[in-house]
């Protein structure tokens, strides 16, 4: 089986990927043989796959499979298997909602069947040159390049296969500067990536071109085009409808405008002021799963009103 390394397992611990970590304490792996992944049927031959990291969505064709994002390396075997109970047919592409491992971290894999790494330019260039993560300062290294995508955009793309498109989008400066939403038409499912998290603070990562205002403009984005009946697969999370991106939106505006306030008032000349200042405090027992993701988020709110 794939080895995961320390660096991508306390990526998964600071990014909030999987409960099984204890945030801010030293990372301990899962027991990647228990992990089960969960299929949830979308409709019109699409699915939300739930296993370790970031959540998968898969578009079945007449003649391939694609799927957004692939979790970690040592999940590709369920995660295919998990396809597999769905449909004969071929993973042809894998589309990358971000660099993350949580969400990148098949990518090699599954590469290595034949399957085709689509993302927006800027996760390849992240994946090569390694990059240091926001929440924990912990250094990845560069990606082999077996794992770099091998298809890439700039603003938009279409992907398809027989009898089924996937339109890809970048939200600029959201997440990461490098993020992907996918929307299938014919299915009215809509892909987030980490832009959305279903009840739960996000991460701007502001090291690699997050910034809450990105994600505030994804989530008014999100919002022109679905409606009610849309199947939302967020980054983390459950599956989601228009109610909770609205719901979403309106806690990232709030967290937006104390900020502001906060440094406009100067009583937040630093990020140790804001802290000490608890912002959130009344948004914590919706959004933060404990008190290091209540810090994480004062930490993200405050940088991307810094930058």
Not at 35 to 49: A, F, Q, S, V
Not at 61 to 88: E, N, R
Not at 151 to 179: C, F, I, Q, S
Not at 226 to 250: C, M, Q, S, Y
């Amino acid at each position: 089986m794939t080895k995961i390394t320390l660096s991508t397992l306390a990526t998964a611990l600071v990014c909030l990927a999987a409960p099984a970590f204890a945030q801010g304490g030293p990372p301990v792996g899962p027991d990647w043989s228990k992990i089960e992944i969960k299929t949830t049927d979308l409709g019109n031959r699409t699915y939300m796959l739930e296993g370790f990291g970031g959540n998968v969505t898969v578009a079945v064709g007449d003649d391939g499979v694609i799927m957004v994002d692939g979790q970690y390396a040592p999940l590709h075997d369920k995660l295919k298997a998990a396809i597999a109970a769905v449909t004969p047919q071929p993973v042809k592409f894998l589309v990358n909602t971000h660099h993350h491992a949580d969400h990148a971290g098949g990518n090699a894999p599954f590469a290595a069947d034949g399957v085709t790494i689509v993302a927006h330019e800027n996760v390849g260039k992240h994946m090569a040159a390694g990059w240091t993560h926001n929440l924990s300062g912990i250094v990845s290294p560069p990606a082999p390049a077996g794992a770099l995508p091998s298809k890439t955009y700039t603003d938009a793309m279409t992907l398809e296969v027989k009898g089924r498109k996937a339109a890809l989008t970048h939200p600029a400066n959201a997440h990461t500067d490098g993020d992907t939403y996918v929307y299938f038409a014919d299915a009215n499912v809509l892909s987030t990536g980490d832009a959305f998290g279903n009840g739960r603070y996000p991460n701007a990562d502001f090291f690699n071109g997050g910034n809450i205002k990105g994600q505030i403009a994804a989530s008014d984005t999100f919002l022109t085009f679905i409606n009610d009946d849309t199947k939302i697969v967020p980054g983390h999370g459950p599956l989601a409808n228009k109610a909770n991106i609205i719901e979403f939106r309106a806690m990232l505006v709030t967290s937006r405008d104390r900020m502001v306030k906060l440094i406009a008032d100067g009583k937040a000349a630093s990020e140790a002021d804001a802290q000490a200042a608890k912002p959130f405090a009344d948004l914590d027992a919706k959004w933060a799963a404990n008190e290091q993701a209540s810090k994480n988020w004062v930490r993200v709110v405050y940088n991307s009103m810094k930058q």
